[in-house]
Each structure stands twice: as C-alpha cells, then as structure tokens.
Nanobody
Framework: QVQLVESGGGLVQAGGSLRLSCAAS????????MGWFRQAPGKEREFVAS????????YYADSVQGRFTISRDNAKATVYLQMNTLEPEDTAVYYC???????????????????WGQGTQVTVSS
C-alpha cells in the first residue's frame, strides 16, 4: 500500500510562488513515475506535470509550461512542484499521484496513476 501526502498549498497573490511537496510511504517510490494534477471547482481533474522514475524526463501541461517545475528526491521519497508566476486560473486543489507501471515514463493520463493523495488547496488572488 502506498500513501501520498501533499503539503505546501495556501493563498498567494497573482505573480507569486508556491512550492508543493508530496511525501510517499513505501520502499518502491523510486521505481515509479509521479504526477501532479489539479481540479478546480466545477471542472474535471486535469494534468499538470509528470516526472519519470529516474527524474531524467519531465512533461508539462501547456498551461503551466515555463512557470511550473516538477522534481523529485528519491532518497526522501518526495516529489515537488515549484509554481512561479501564479495566476488566478491556477486556483485548484492539487493532487500528486503515483504511476501504476514499474519504471514507466512520464504520462499525462489520469488513468495511468493508481495512487492519489488527498490534495492541497492552492488559491491565487488577483
């Protein structure tokens, strides 16, 4: 069983920055790609960023490319999402997720992730 716990959300003004963290339990964290997704009120959950098991590959949604950076520290079993130049449209609950397949590459598909955290709220004021 894998548990994912997000932290780092909060209220920030437009143009500001936040860094989200996702701590994973279990010894297999380093063998799996990880992803960040978000869900705004009244909208479907959408892909934000993904990182391969080794950290060598990353993949971003067009809406966050150049503003957000995903990274991981396998020794700490933690994945991060650095969010810069935040916009009101970034307001959402942010979830981290673990890919279902051993040493798979990056993916933006929700169905490729089988473990999810409880989410952390990010609110960007204008």
């Amino acid at each position: 069983q894998v548990q994912l716990v997000e932290s780092g959300g909060g209220l920030v003004q437009a143009g500001g920055s936040l860094r989200l963290s996702c701590a994973a339990s279990g010894r297999t964290f380093s063998n799996y790609a990880m992803g960040w997704f978000r869900q705004a009120p009244g909208k479907e959950r959408e892909f934000v960023a993904s990182i391969s098991w080794s950290g060598d590959s990353t993949y971003y949604a067009d809406s966050v490319q150049g503003r957000f950076t995903i990274s991981r520290d396998n020794a700490k079993a933690t994945v991060y999402l650095q969010m810069n130049t935040l916009e009101p449209e970034d307001t959402a609950v942010y979830y981290c997720a673990k890919h279902y397949s051993y040493k798979a590459g990056v993916s933006g598909r929700t169905r490729d992730y089988n473990y999810w955290g409880q989410g952390t709220q990010v609110t960007v004021s204008s």
